[in-house]
């Protein structure tokens, strides 16, 4: 028995030893940081690669793979080797709901990456068309009650959070409108001010130049709570009881199995950067609200939009292509 003990023993030392010295030099060359979310996230994601280069004194260089809803990107990230040279950052609908619209899904967000911090909320906003006459969300379900089948929502796609919201609001509500899926966020506001839809779910970033420019209208944000920029801007459920948002936030993550030392490396530079006066006030003017969390909090988020999005897509009838 002993010998074999002995030999276990020095195999294990053999795969620690150069781990360990891996993470004390770590990091040692550039860091890969790939962002399969689009829509002004680039600004944070670029904003935390230039702190995080002073900070390493490696390049983090950010690539853009938000393909096929951020799954191309998750891939690469799940494939590469948990040495804290790949990381992503990406956002709940391309991390969670993914699985829940493709039958070929095989990434497990709980299983297949490490946490490190949750980054930032997203301010999404419900806009409607100047013409429509309607100032809340309130007047927007009693004009949909009386219009059933006449209105219609843009959003960015099936089963993003956009589509979802409209679909909890459905349930809730009783109204029949019309869900009307773009690839992207952009073509739902151009449309919706070509008068080719009258509602669309939309974020704070891709919206604000045409609020402006009065070309758009917003009546509720979609969220926990009012957006200070916005503040007279109630939110859904103060007008609808009852009704519950769905998460949106963005998040830094590496392939499963990092190690500590490098995540919290990681997780204590992202934050620190991420909360500096100048990085939290570039966040916020484009609708992207800094909120930090431990690698734990944000792995009982994923938990609970888990079951957030299986009971709605369970309810809705949405099923995976």
């Given at each position: ?64 793979q ?17 040495d ?121 970033a ?11 209208r917003?009546?509720?944000?979609n969220?926990?709570?009012?957006y ?13 009881p ?12 590496g392939p499963a ?65």
């Amino acid at each position: 028995m002993k010998p074999c003990l002995c030999l276990t023993i020095a195999a294990w030392v053999c795969i620690a030893l150069p781990l360990a010295a891996q993470t004390q030099g770590y990091p040692a060359r550039p860091i890969r940081s790939i962002m399969t979310v689009a829509g002004g996230a680039d600004v944070v994601a670029r904003l935390v690669a230039q702190g995080l280069t002073g900070a390493l004194g490696q390049p983090v260089v950010v690539e853009t793979q938000s393909g096929a809803g951020g799954a191309i990107g998750a891939e690469a990230v799940a494939r590469a080797a948990p040495d804290g040279y790949t990381i992503m950052l990406t956002s709940a609908s391309a991390l969670v709901m993914n699985r829940f619209l493709s039958k070929s899904a095989r990434l497990d967000p709980l299983k297949d990456f490490t946490p490190i911090t949750k980054a930032f909320e997203t301010v999404a906003l419900i806009v409607t068309s100047p013409a429509l006459p309607v100032g809340s969300v309130r007047d927007l379900v009693e004009y949909a009650k009386r219009h059933p089948g006449k209105l219609s929502y843009g959003t960015s796609g099936i089963g993003t959070t956009h589509h979802l919201s409209g679909e909890s609001i459905r349930l809730l509500t009783g109204i029949d409108w019309v869900h009307v899926p773009y690839k992207g966020g952009p073509p739902v506001i151009t449309d919706l001010i070509g008068g080719e839809i009258q509602v669309g779910f939309s974020i704070l970033a891709t919206a604000a130049p045409f609020l402006a420019s009065g070309k758009i209208r917003v009546i509720a944000v979609n969220g926990a709570k009012r957006y200070h920029v916005i503040p007279n801007v109630p939110v859904v459920a103060e007008e609808l009881p009852g009704y519950e948002a769905p998460s949106t936030w963005g998040g830094y993550f590496g392939p499963a199995a990092m190690p500590q030392s490098i995540v919290d490396r990681l997780h204590d530079e992202i934050v620190r950067i991420l909360n500096s006066p100048e990085v939290r006030a570039k966040a916020e003017d484009i609708g992207f609200p800094v909120a930090t969390s431990t690698p734990e909090e944000l792995s009982a988020i994923i938990r609970r939009d888990i079951e957030y999005t299986a009971r709605i897509v369970k309810a809705v009838g949405i099923r995976p292509e």
